[in-house]
Structure formats: structure tokens, C-alpha cells
């Protein structure tokens, strides 16, 4: 005993007289070296940012199963595997189509008069391999990033004809819109020569995908529905949800994921992150409540799918806006998306359209809001720095008239391209399901599964 408290005596000694200061310098300088945190040509990589941006484009990917559970719980339960597999199969079309050209179609430079942009350093990702951005993060990490957003845009789309359509159409389909919609929407609002990112004292405002996801995929949803048509039986005979839980889960899951689809769009960890992220949580909550005291005063109930539904509709709305409102000007959105979501959702009833699962009622619809209201909630420093840059006098009315002209082109050329790439396809195949596939279910139509065999035993 007497030797070991000697030997942990003298070690102790030893500790003490360490210059850990010393020591953790020479640490530091070995991990610099080692795990390049400079890249090849000398350029810093924020490895604060970068981190930040790794774990936001896990949170958008992560919304994409999210979106399967929330339209999936929403459909019979004889649809709800093909349901999912709309949102999943488009991880995999997408993802492919992106790095062999997608990112090039959005970030390159000008072409074909800047419908689209190019650059063969971008094709297949072949030229970006040791490229650090002006944010100090790797362009691999931001073009995997916004590849997630390329992702989820047609998946949204597939909630206006849920139940009813080809899976090899609709296959086909997505590869289509994304590389004839969405691709050049993302560059006139996004690329830094996008002539929407330059139009006006600053571009118009887009900071995470209110134009650029969610008016193109609720403007399509809508046209795709109206012209595919409705269900067979619908209205009249009653279709009702298999699974509210699944669809709430689904509402968690995309809510939490909503975080790194705004905050990480500031490709930054610092204010403009908090500003986003802070926003974002304002008008979900705010979304939420709003709907279902609407829901309260109107029906008599407040619904779980009416709070899933106002969640997304406040996270819509301020999807555009989360980089440049304050919280109140962001709760202010999530009241007035749930409004509008609302009401459109009860115009759908009425006029007897089948939008299945709302997807132009909700993203279309809230996706409007969010873009244009977002003008009257502008930070007084952008708009400072808006009148700076347009010689002295840019007012919010300026403004407006860029977010409204921005809208108005996304809502057209959204729903000119889906009209014709639908008409297109349906002279080549079917894109509707037929009758005795739709009765059967599409999963067992076109995938031989059951999503709920259990229920069902053969």
C-alpha cells in the first residue's frame, strides 16, 4: 500500500509540472494536419459550418421518410406501401440524376440563354473534389445538401394523385419534372447569375425552397390532379385514413427535419443559423394552434390531422421567409398559412377536386403566403441594405412587386412544364392507374405486396 501511494504521489508531480497549454497547442497543430482542415490549396474549412451543414443535410434527408409516413398514414391501407414508396424511390431517382447532372443544371453557369445553367466541373461532381466554398465549407457537403432538396420537391408532388397512378409513370415522371422543372427553377432563384436571384435591389427572397420546392410541387400536384381526375368513388363514397399515428409521427419527423431544411440553408453556423432556426419553430407552433382553433370554431373539434396539417402549413410559409423575419413576423405567417391552407382545403371540398392529400393545399397554398406576406416582416437591416444597393430608394411596395413577379412566374412555368410532360407520358403509357388496379390497391398492383399483410392473411 505504502509503494502505490508513492508511485501516485510521484505521477501526480509529474502531471503537475505538464505545460498542458504547450501540449494541446502541438495537439491541435497535429489535427489541423492530419484531418485537413485546410484544404488542398489553402483555403480554411469552418469546421463549426461544416459540421453544421453534415447535420442538416441528415435532418432534410430525414424528412423524406417523414413525408412517407405522413402521406402513407393518410391513404387505405390497400395503397399505403406504394404510398411510401413514391416518397422513397424518389431518394434513389434523384439522387442519381443529380450528381450525373442535376447540380450542374442548378449551379453552373448560364445557358441556353439562363434557362439552366452548366459547368463540366459539375457533371457527375467530377470537378469539385478538393473545391472549399466562400463559406468555408466543401462544395461536396453543399451540393449533397441541396441534392436533399431536389429529392423531396417531386415527392411532395405524389399527395395530389396519392392512390391512383402508374408507379413506372410516376417513375418516369419525377426523373422528367426534376430535370425540366425543378432544376431550372433553382437556378433563376439560387444560382448567383439566376435572373430571379437578381432581379431588384436583392432577388427575390427565397431563403429555403418557398418558390422553389413548394409553390412548383403544390402548383403541379394541383395540375396533375385536375387532369388525371379523380379516385374511383370519389367524393361520394367516404375513403378515410389507415393510420393517424403513422401520419403524426410522419408530422414530428418533418418537423424536426424542417430545421436543417431552413436553418442549414444559411450554409453557415452563426446568426443568420439562430435567425433561421428560431423563425422556423415560431410559425410551426404557431401554424398548429392556429389550425385547430379555426378547426374549433368551425366544426366543434380540434383533429390530430388538423394539428399535423398546421404544422405544416406554418412550416411552409415561413420556408421563404426564415432568414429575414423576426419571431413575431414568423408567427404572424404560421396564422396566416393555417388560414389559407384552411380555406383552400374546404374551396377543394367544395369544387370536388381531388387533391388527395392536400398537397396543393398545403404547399401550394402555403407556399403563396409564405413568399408574398413574408414582404410586409422584413428585418429593417435587409431592407437597409436593399436600399443601399439600389442607390438610395427601395421600399417595401418595390419588394412586393419582386416577391409577386417571382410567384407568378414559378406558378406558370410549374404548371405549363407539369401539363406537358403529363401529356406527354400519357401517350407513351398510362399514366393513371386503371380501374382494376386502382380496386386491387397499388401495392398489390404494382409492387405484389401487402403493407399490412398481417391484416390481411392469405
Known sequence: ????????????????????????????????????LFASDGTPVDSGATAWMLTSTALVLLMIPGLAMF???????????????????????????????????CFGKNVMGGWCGWSND???????????????????????????????????????????????????????????VYNPLCHWVWASDGFLYNLGAKGAIDFAGGTVVHISAGISGLVAALYLGSRRGYPYQVIRPNNLVITMLGAGLLWVGWFGFNAGSSVSSGLSTAQALTATQVAAASGALS???????HQG??????????ILAGLVAVTPAAGV?????????????????????????RFRYDDSLDAFGIHGTGGIIGAIFLTFFIRSQWMADARSAAGGHWTILNQLGVQALAVTIAIAYAAVMTLGII?????MMKFKSTEDDEMAGLDRAYHGERGYGMLNPS
Open 122 to 180: 459539375f457533371f457527375f461532381l467530377k470537378g469539385i473534389d478538393s473545391n472549399i466554398m466562400d463559406s468555408h465549407v466543401p462544395e461536396y457537403v453543399f451540393s449533397m445538401f441541396q441534392g436533399k432538396f431536389a429529392i423531396i420537391t417531386p415527392a411532395l408532388i405524389a399527395g395530389a394523385f396519392a392512390e391512383r397512378v402508374s408507379f413506372k409513370a410516376y417513375c418516369i415522371f419525377i426523373a422528367l419534372w426534376s430535370l425540366l
Open 291 to 297: 389550425w385547430i382553433l379555426i378547426e374549433s370554431f
Open 325 to 349: 423575419v423576426q419571431p413575431y413576423g414568423a408567427m404572424v405567417l404560421g396564422l396566416l398559412a393555417s388560414l389559407g391552407c384552411y380555406a383552400s382545403i374546404q374551396l377543394k371540398n
Open 423 to 427: 401529356y406527354f407520358l400519357n401517350k
Open 1 to 36: 500500500m505504502f509503494v502505490r501511494k508513492k508511485s501516485f504521489s510521484g505521477m501526480k508531480e509529474i502531471v503537475n509540472k505538464l505545460n498542458w497549454k504547450r501540449i494541446l497547442a502541438a495537439l491541435l497543430l497535429i489535427s489541423c494536419g492530419s484531418t485537413g
Open 71 to 105: 402521406y402513407g398514414g393518410l391513404v387505405r391501407s390497400k395503397n399505403v406501401l406504394g404510398t411510401i414508396m413514391h416518397s422513397f424511390v424518389a431518394m434513389g431517382i434523384i439522387s442519381v440524376l443529380w450528381v450525373i447532372a442535376g447540380y450542374s443544371m
Open 301 to 310: 373539434k380540434a383533429t390530430a390531422l388538423g394539428f399535423a396539417s398546421g
